[in-house]
């Protein structure tokens, strides 16, 4: 019988070997046949004539991560590469002579045969001077937490002073893009590209006559949706906010559902002037970012400068919309957020931010944190126009007590 197993058990090594010596051999040498390429022709515009000294291409593979540069002919601003199939980013980047930023981007483009393909060129801003508001955001809590319900009330951001000279919070904007970047094209992200003008959705403004409000340089000042204490027993997840420099005080309001909304003001801290708002009074920001956020400074009359700048969108009914826009050369920060598996086109124009944070869905207490670093005796906070380098994901916000 012992006899029988080992035979059996021989023979059956034996048919192991042969099937792994058949499969190996099956295998083609050097990794099987080649996959078959396509020619993808790309063709950069700029929005105005301008002369770059350097021009570079960037394509990453969305599968591995895999990048591959190649310089642009600067004459015919165009080039060509070889891809195999799949699904592709492509990134310019280079410079102008007058050491002006040149980027472009289009990402998620899906490469099955031979293609041409048009990428935007946009130029950022001359090279900073001492004329230069450095006003940034720092953190940016905008997720929201569960306490046995969703909630979002202390939603809060941060405008941080990464300048050495005191800037002045007077008259400064937040703004909520109008575009949503889990949606395809739409009519705003069209017009951005198409005038150089970034169309909102909510504009909010700090008061002050000109020098009411200075921050020091590497200072911070915090701007809640309403500046209370929101950590209850109820609510353990909330933090207390009432130490806030400022906060939104909307008035009472009725959703479409019938839900009535109203706020609470705390006398102790400024309000903000709502000049437009999307939102209903229920948040300062969507808890899953798909609708960004920026910060600009009009000088002068805010109301009318925006009556200069308008655009109309059609809704389905043939009703007309207006919303206001900002030339993007009037952005001093942005930050593309939005959430993981949710992403289809920016809301931001590259110029203002090439990366994006993410959080993983709606609620989950996560915060947009602004990375920092010492420098001479102070605390500068990150700044490379690219919020996947410049943020990370942090579990649970900040409290901000009054003192």
């Known amino acids: 019988m012992k006899t029988s197993k080992s035979i059996l058990y021989a023979l059956l090594l034996s048919a192991i070997s042969l099937l792994l010596a058949v499969s190996c051999k099956q295998e083609p040498k050097g990794g099987g046949e080649t996959a078959k390429q396509f020619k ?27 990048e591959t540069k190649q310089d642009v002919d600067k004459k015919s601003l165009s ?28 990402e998620s483009v899906v490469v099955k045969e031979a293609m041409s393909l048009t990428l ?60 949503a970047n889990p949606q395809p094209e739409t009519p705003w992200s069209k017009f951005l590209m198409e005038k150089n003008e970034l169309p909102l959705s909510c504009i909010y403004q700090i008061p002050g006559k000109g020098k009411d409000y200075p921050l020091e340089p590497g200072k911070y000042a915090i701007i809640a949706a309403t500046a209370i ?12 906010l009432s130490g806030a420099d400022f906060e939104l005080v909307f008035p009472d309001a009725e959703l479409p559902n019938g839900y009535k909304v109203t706020d609470t003001d705390n006398p ?65 920060d942005g930050v593309e957020t939005g959430c993981e598996g949710q992403f289809k086109t920016r809301a931001l124009p590259v110029t203002v931010d090439q990366g994006n ?41 900040n409290a901000y007590p009054k003192k």
Request: with cysteine.
């Open 120 to 179: 935007p060129l946009r130029l950022g801003e001359p090279p900073v001077t001492d004329e230069k508001c450095h006003l940034i955001f720092g953190d940016i809590f905008f997720n929201g937490e569960t306490n046995a319900q969703m909630m979002h009330p202390d939603q809060y951001f941060m405008i941080v002073n990464n300048g050495d000279k005191i800037e002045y919070l007077d008259g400064l904007c937040y703004g909520i893009t109008a575009h």
């Open 357 to 397: 944070f993410f959080v993983t869905g709606c609620h989950r207490q996560q915060l947009a944190h602004r990375k920092t670093e010492m420098r001479n005796g102070r605390t500068y906070w990150i700044d490379t126009n690219n919020s996947t380098n410049d943020y990370e994901r942090v579990q649970g916000q």
């Open 229 to 240: 204490n929101h950590h209850t027993e109820d609510q353990p997840n909330s933090v207390d």
């Open 79 to 106: 080039a060509e590469i070889m891809l195999d199939a799949g699904t592709y980013n492509f990134s310019v980047s280079g410079e102008t002579a007058d050491k002006r930023a040149i980027i472009g981007k289009k």
């Open 268 to 332: 102790d801290v400024p309000n903000l002037n709502i000049i437009v708002d999307a939102f209903f009074g229920t948040a300062i920001a969507h808890p899953r970012g798909f609708w960004p956020p920026c910060l600009f400074k009009i000088k002068g009359d805010v109301k009318a400068f925006l009556q200069q700048h308008i655009m109309q969108v059609k809704d389905k009914d043939g009703k007309l919309h207006n919303y206001y826009t900002i030339p993007t050369d009037m952005i001093l």
């Open 40 to 66: 993808v022709t790309l063709k950069m515009e700029f929005p105005e004539k301008v002369e770059p000294e350097t021009l570079t291409l960037t394509v990453t593979d969305t599968r591995t991560l895999k």
